[in-house]
C-alpha cells in the first residue's frame, strides 16, 4: 500500500539549515531504499516560490504565495510502498523532520484499473 509523507517545517529555517541537514535526509532516503520501500520524493523550493490557481464560474484566478498561511510549510514528500499503516507511521517517525515539524501521513488512492 502506498502512502505520502508530507514534510511540514518552518520554511525560513528550513532553507537556511538545508545544508547541514541534507546527509541526515539523504541517509533517511537511502534506508528506505534499502528497506525496498522507496518509490519518489522530491524537496520543495522555498514557499516564496509559490504560485496558488482558483477557478472559480470559469475564471482563472492566480495568487502569489502558498494556498494556507501557517508556520509550517510543506517542504517536501516521500511516497513509500509498505504493507499498513503502522509501517507507514514508523517510517514517518524516523523521519528527521518529524524532530523539528510535523510529517503527514495519507494513504494513496490508486487510480483504477
Known amino acids: 500500500m502506498k502512502f505520502m509523507l508530507l514534510i511540514y517545517e518552518d520554511d525560513a529555517e528550513r532553507v537556511e539549515k538545508m545544508d547541514e541537514r541534507m546527509p541526515h535526509c539523504a541517509a533517511y532516503v537511502e534506508a ?34 502558498p494556498y494556507a498561511e501557517a508556520k509550517e510549510q510543506l ?6 510502498d509498505v504493507p499498513d499503516l503502522d509501517a507507514a507511521l514508523a517510517w514517518a517517525a524516523r523521519c528527521p523532520s518529524a524532530a523539528r515539524g510535523r510529517v503527514e501521513v495519507r494513504p494513496v488512492w490508486p487510480h483504477p484499473a
Open 32 to 65: 528506505m531504499r534499502k528497506a525496498g520501500i522507496y518509490v519518489v520524493g522530491e524537496r520543495l523550493r522555498a514557499v516564496g516560490t509559490t504560485t496558488t490557481v482558483h477557478v472559480a464560474e470559469g475564471k482563472t484566478h492566480v495568487f502569489d504565495g
Open 75 to 80: 517542504g517536501g514528500f516521500h511516497v513509500i
